[in-house]
């Protein structure tokens, strides 16, 4: 229904609200669009190392506007209140934003699916982790500060610090000194399937494109090798596994 106003002063209190969530809404997507026209001028590389400078300069400015808005103390450039909050808290805040991204990428997912149907939404799925994937890879590196070409080391390191590594449980197994194995024991969308009495999910042509980008923004040395991956049949022990190799 169409709000019967003339500018933004004639909101009430809730619609503020809601228009506030709108503008953070607005700067992710503008955030976004800069990040994917600068790729198409000038590559990925290029684009990462112009998002490494902007990023870093905008999170200052927005962060230190909102303490100034809101009364809470920067310490570092980190905001003071989170850095209060017990151990505990911290975590389960941790837990939540991983756990909304998953949620944020299955209502994508399901929006294409129910519009276009299942092929067309796998599609766009496996598209898009060809992009994430290497991007979170490099915002590993960077948070990690792992140098260039970490090797099987380096890898082993970052897969502990992706989203899925805080709502899914995972291991490395048959370790070599030129590979290793890499289990997804516990999938939370998976064992969300399982409950509802669905078939696996079939993921492994997105598993694929995640794994072996990942990979290879870490180390480009690293060949990925698919053991198992739904639809593919695999032990109970694990929904997915993949070899990593030097």
């Known amino acids: 229904m169409e709000l019967d106003v003339n500018s933004q002063s004639d909101l009430n209190q809730e619609q503020k609200v809601r228009l506030l969530m709108d503008f953070m809404h607005r700067t992710m997507?503008?955030?976004?669009?800069?990040?994917a026209e600068v790729q198409?001028?000038?590559?990925?590389?290029?684009?990462?190392?112009?998002?490494?400078?902007?990023y870093?300069?905008?999170?200052?400015?927005?962060?230190?506007?909102?303490a100034k808005t809101l009364g809470?103390?920067?310490?570092?450039?980190?905001?003071?209140?989170?850095l209060?909050?017990?151990?505990e808290k911290l975590d389960q805040l941790t837990e939540s934003l991983a756990v909304n991204w998953l949620a944020n990428d299955g209502v994508w997912f399901q929006a294409v699916e129910f519009r276009h149907g299942?092929?067309?939404?796998?599609?766009?799925?496996?598209?898009?982790?060809?992009h994430f994937s290497?991007?979170?890879?490099?915002?590993?590196?960077?948070?990690?500060?792992?140098?260039?070409?970490?090797?099987?080391?380096?890898?082993?390191?970052?897969?502990?610090?992706?989203?899925?590594?805080?709502?899914?449980t995972q291991s490395i197994t048959e370790e070599t000194s030129d590979s290793f194995v890499f289990q997804m024991n516990e999938c939370r969308v998976q064992a969300a399937r399982k409950r509802k009495g669905l078939e696996d999910y079939p993921?492994?042509?997105?598993?694929?494109?995640?794994?072996?980008?990942?990979?290879?923004?870490?180390?480009?040395?690293?060949?990925?090798?698919?053991?198992?991956?739904?639809?593919?049949?695999?032990?109970d022990s694990y929904y997915c596994a993949w070899r990593f190799r030097v």
């Open 29 to 35: 997507m503008h955030h976004a669009m800069w990040f």
């Open 56 to 66: 870093a300069r905008s999170t200052s400015i927005q962060l230190n506007r909102l």
């Open 134 to 168: 290497p991007f979170e890879a490099w915002s590993i590196r960077n948070f990690l500060d792992l140098p260039e070409n970490p090797g099987l080391e380096g890898l082993k390191k970052a897969l502990q610090f992706r989203l899925y590594a805080i709502i899914n």
């Open 203 to 235: 993921c492994k042509s997105g598993g694929l494109v995640e794994y072996t980008t990942f990979a290879q923004a870490i180390d480009p040395r690293i060949k990925t090798e698919c053991i198992a991956c739904p639809p593919d049949e695999h032990p």
């Open 118 to 130: 299942l092929w067309d939404a796998k599609r766009c799925n496996d598209t898009c982790w060809a």
């Open 40 to 54: 198409h001028q000038y590559g990925r590389e290029k684009a990462l190392e112009v998002m490494k400078d902007a």
């Open 84 to 87: 209060e909050l017990p151990e």
């Open 72 to 82: 809470f103390e920067m310490r570092d450039g980190v905001p003071a209140p989170l």
